[in-house]
């Protein structure tokens, strides 16, 4: 079991930047593909971005390519997301996911379908 707790949402406005962050515990971390997904109310859940076992390549929804940066430290077994130059669509519940992808450590995947473990959730809400 991986526990995930997230962190770092709340209330910006447009143009603005956040940082969220993933804390993982239980197994260890650094084994598992980790990624962000995004879900608004009455959607369905959106890819964000991912980070791959080795941390060496990451993948990015086109709607937050160049805006968004995904990182991991895995001293401190947590994932972040930078957000720079958020705009209104960003709003939503931001879930930070784990999965097991392998032995390919270079792996990183574009889609969540294979993710395992899932937090709570924290809002994240642009404003115009």
């Known amino acids: 079991q991986v526990q995930l707790v997230e962190s770092g949402g709340g209330l910006v406005q447009a143009g603005g930047s956040l940082r969220l962050s993933c804390a993982a515990s239980?197994?260890?971390?650094?084994?598992?593909?980790m990624a962000w997904v995004r879900q608004t109310p009455g959607k369905e859940r959106e890819f964000v971005a991912a980070?791959?076992?080795?941390?060496?390549?990451?993948s990015y929804a086109d709607s937050v390519k160049g805006r968004f940066t995904i990182s991991r430290d895995y001293d401190k077994a947590t994932v972040y997301l930078q957000m720079n130059s958020l705009i209104p669509d960003d709003t939503a519940v931001y879930y930070c996911?784990?999965?097991?992808?392998?032995?390919?450590?270079?792996?990183?995947?574009?889609?969540?379908?294979?993710?395992?473990?899932w937090g709570k959730g924290t809002l994240v809400t642009v404003s115009s």
């Open positions: 996911a784990a999965g097991y992808m392998g032995f390919n450590s270079n792996y990183v995947p574009s889609t969540y379908h294979d993710m395992t473990y």
């Open positions: 239980g197994r260890t971390s650094s084994n598992y593909v």
């Open positions: 980070i791959s076992r080795s941390g060496s390549r990451t």
